[in-house]
């Protein structure tokens, strides 16, 4: 496996490949520089490109906002397919996730999901892919991001990027080992609710009171623009039979009519608990996660990092500690892409199936041997 990381702007300084090559590039939607799917096809004309929109991104522990990222990625031995999918042409996001799910199949060795992180439900879309291939095979990757904006989201798959895109790579072949898994460091302030109304993945009640108003109280932001990046502070953790499964943070703040939209469902009945965190909580989970997804023999591996855009306003500054935490681990020669999402694609266990995650950091391993 070869991979060559870099930023936008030396693209033009970068030789063509004419080989088949697997290119990833991120971007943020309201930067300097926004990339195009015409200039990466036109460097590499046998490229499979997907281009997405972040909340920062990064290749190193350089965390990118303005300029994009790209890393191209030539397997030697092991084969990969892309797959493009619209919100448009499914009548649900389940129906979508079942298609991707059937076209991926049961002999692949793992499976990237691209998503746009602002009209898809990404937990339909999860429960659709899980409903076709078995646990065994990893599911990883993240909802493209806004910032802190939450306006719009972008993925472009071997087209320029455009809204309720997903993307979808299932790689193939013996020789690729893929590990994945995900932590969050989130710890319960002791507050609870119970959801009284909601549809689909729209909160609007919290034990019979409106949601909005209940957490816009609890939160006290200076003002309506402020609110949304407060939540991120204290997002939910949704518990479901008595089990605390996935965090939550809303994707969508409607000021107007008072609702909150997250990035997967928020189903009626079910208890959420607001949670809290801090800098040193949020860097341990991530040597956690690295320490289990990492190899016995160490090899130079493909580094994936999806992690919420949460945890990167809470970090703040140190937001960096968490790349050179996965460097510490895996080592200088391996090679790290990076994005910070709306929502995360991960199992969160070795024996369950994926489940869309927020305010998690999600990492995905590719060794070829």
Same mark, same amino acid.
């Given at each position: 496996m070869k991979i060559d990381n870099f930023v936008w702007n030396d693209l033009k300084e970068k030789p063509s490949k004419t080989n088949r090559v697997l290119v990833l590039c991120a971007f943020g939607r309201s930067g300097d520089q926004q990339p195009t799917h015409a200039a990466l096809k036109e460097k590499y004309p046998n490229g499979e490109i997907i281009l997405f929109s972040t909340s920062g991104h990064f290749i190193s522990s350089v965390i990118h906002d303005d300029q994009p990222i790209v890393s191209v990625i030539e397997f030697n031995k092991s084969t990969f397919e892309v797959r493009s999918y619209s919100n448009e042409n499914y009548g649900e996001c389940l129906a979508m996730g079942t298609a991707i799910g059937a076209d991926?199949? *049961?002999?692949?060795?793992?499976?990237?999901?691209?998503?746009d992180g602002g009209v898809v439900n990404g937990t339909q879309l999860i429960e659709g892919i899980n409903s076709q291939i078995?646990?065994? &095979?990893?599911?990883?990757? +993240?909802?493209?991001?806004?910032g802190t904006r939450f306006q719009k989201t972008l993925v472009g798959v071997n087209a320029e990027p455009e809204s309720g895109r997903v993307g979808a790579i299932s790689f #193939?072949?013996?020789?690729?080992? &893929? *590990?994945?898994?995900?932590?969050s460091g989130w710890i319960s302030l002791g507050l609870e609710f119970? &959801?009284?109304?909601?549809?689909? /993945? *729209?909160?609007?009640?919290?034990?019979?009171? /409106?949601? #909005?108003?209940v957490l816009y109280d609890f939160l006290a932001?200076?003002?309506q623009e402020d609110f949304a990046k407060t939540t991120l502070y204290y997002p939910f953790s949704l518990v479901e039979d008595g089990v605390a499964n996935v965090i939550r943070t809303p994707i969508l703040v409607d000021h107007v009519n008072k609702t909150l939209t997250y990035a997967g469902d928020m189903p009626e009945g079910a208890t959420v608990k607001l949670m809290k965190s801090g800098t040193m909580q949020l860097l341990d989970s991530t040597v956690d996660v690295a320490k289990y997804c990492a190899t016995e023999d160490q090899k130079p591996s493909f580094i994936f990092a999806t992690s919420c855009v949460g945890r990167r306003v809470v970090l703040d500054d140190m937001a960096n500690e968490e790349y050179t935490e996965l460097q510490s681990v895996f080592g200088s020669e391996s090679s790290y892409f990076g994005f910070y999402s709306y929502g995360?694609?991960?199992?969160? +266990?070795?024996e369950e199936n994926c489940k869309l995650h927020n305010q998690t950091l999600a990492l995905a391993v590719l060794t070829e041997n």
């Open positions: 991926v199949g *049961k002999t692949a060795k793992g499976v990237c999901i691209i998503s078995i646990a065994d &095979i990893p599911i990883f990757g +993240g909802m493209a991001g806004d #193939y072949g013996d020789a690729l080992q &893929i *590990k994945s898994n995900c932590d119970k &959801i009284t109304s909601s549809v689909a /993945n *729209k909160l609007i009640e919290l034990n019979d009171k /409106n949601a #909005y108003d932001p200076e003002n995360e694609f991960s199992r969160s +266990g070795i």
